[in-house]
């Protein structure tokens, strides 16, 4: 928690979900009550092919939508793709751009991820960028460079807390089950926001940092208490409705 940041929650489905998981998302929508929407925002990232549905169950709840990628161009060749402008179109707000998976499965770097973030803020959507080290940059004491580097590569100049929401994953946690420590995660959080205040100025002191990476109910408490977590990015505990609204129901508590 970061004092007057209002926190965000957002589920990231990847690529998992069929019609057969709309219940999940309706029972989501039906869970993210007036109390709950006054203490946190709270987004699901389903896959882009069950977008538009999704803001249509969601529409006049709290619940928010997001989708997972953006091409950095509006429209044009560019066969699979699916721009910002066509997120937007089906009524999303938000987008995660950078995601590790993606930077290792699709070959993006860092100048790709700034694209989309850019591409994100044309389209007037908010951009989930996601930052964080491999298991070897950890192991190798330079998870501060790799961070540093994507603080100034990935996340383009003009970056406000308005547009851009900054998503710390450690790639080593990702799906594994493993966290770091709550002082590890605070002085890393501390990290993140300094370079952002560096770069940004009061923009980047107000900039919401997430931490994401086997955040589940049982240790969402723990983690989204620590000082510059101002929310979290949820994987595989956001499939399922009780568990991810579990975890938002932290900020009903907190
Ligand atoms: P996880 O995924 O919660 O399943 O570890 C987090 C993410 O990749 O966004």
Redesign the pocket.
């Known amino acids: 928690m970061t004092p007057d940041i209002f926190p965000l929650v957002a589920g990231?489905w990847?690529m998992n979900g069929e019609r057969d998981k709309l219940d999940q998302l309706a029972l989501m929508a039906q869970g993210v009550d007036e109390e709950l929407a006054d203490n946190v925002d709270v987004v699901v990232c389903p896959p882009s092919t069950l977008l538009y549905v999704a803001t249509t169950l969601s529409e006049d709840t709290g619940l928010q939508v997001g989708a997972q990628d953006c091409h950095n161009e509006a429209s044009g060749a560019h066969t699979g793709d699916i721009s910002a402008e066509m997120i937007k179109d089906c009524l999303a707000d938000y987008c995660i751009v950078g995601?590790?998976?993606r930077r290792v499965d699709h070959g993006e770097s860092d100048f790709h991820v700034a694209g989309k973030a850019q591409a994100c803020w044309r389209a007037e959507l908010t951009a989930i960028i996601?930052i964080g080290e491999t298991e070897a940059e950890y192991d190798a004491g330079k998870a501060e460079d790799v961070l540093s580097r994507q603080i100034a590569m990935s996340v383009p100049e003009g970056a406000t807390e308005d547009d851009t929401i900054i998503?710390y994953?450690p790639v080593w946690?990702?799906?594994?089950g493993k966290t770091p420590s709550p002082d590890d995660v605070k002085a890393i959080h501390a990290f993140i926001r300094e370079e952002l205040a560096q770069k940004f100025g009061g923009h980047g002191e107000r900039m919401r940092i997430l931490y994401?990476?086997?955040?589940k109910p049982a240790n969402a408490a723990e983690l989204l208490s620590v000082e510059n977590v101002d929310g979290a990015?949820?994987?595989?505990?956001?499939l399922k409705a009780e568990d991810f609204l579990a975890i938002c129901d932290v900020y009903r508590k907190l």
């Open positions: 990231n990847k995601h590790s998976e996601c998503a994953e946690a990702i799906g594994t994401g990476g086997s955040v990015l949820v994987g595989g505990a956001s």
